[in-house]
Nanobody, 127 residues
Framework: QVQLVESGGGLVQPGGSLRLSCAASGGTFSSYTMGWFSQVPGKEREFVSTISGGGGSTVYADAVKGRFTISRDNAKNTVYLQMNSLKPEDTAVYYC????????????????????WGKGALVTVSS
């Protein structure tokens, strides 16, 4: 299974932007559907976005459509989450996840389908 390491989290003002990165190692990255999930204290991990192995299929949660963009660079074994027009309610720990067994639509069903996880990156949206 791939090992995943997120970077790029931090503090940003409402309306601002951040880009999260997730570097993968130890597996055939292009065969993995990749995704991002978010979690706030006391709540379950929630789906944000997924992308197919080749990058041709993406899925987004309704709350982030039009504001977040997922992408991947298979030559660099990296997946990205560009987050624009950030809102205070976007504040969460964002986890990178991967699965070699599911499509982008399949992995979007829930966090239980991911097979590899990063340790998370904290995003705080506050003035």
């Amino acid at each position: 299974q791939v090992q995943l390491v997120e970077s790029g989290g931090g503090l940003v003002q409402p309306g601002g932007s951040l880009r999260l990165s997730c570097a993968a190692s130890g597996g055939t990255f292009s065969s993995y559907t990749m995704g991002w999930f978010s979690q706030v204290p006391g709540k379950e991990r929630e789906f944000v976005s997924t992308i197919s192995g080749g990058g041709g299929s993406t899925v987004y949660a309704d709350a982030v459509k039009g504001r977040f963009t997922i992408s991947r660079d298979n030559a660099k074994n990296t997946v990205y989450l560009q987050m624009n027009s950030l809102k205070p309610e976007d504040t969460a720990v964002y986890y990178c996840a991967g699965s070699p067994y599911h499509t982008a639509q399949g992995m979007a069903i829930g966090s239980g389908r991911a097979r590899s996880w990063g340790k998370g990156a904290l995003v705080t949206v506050s003035s």
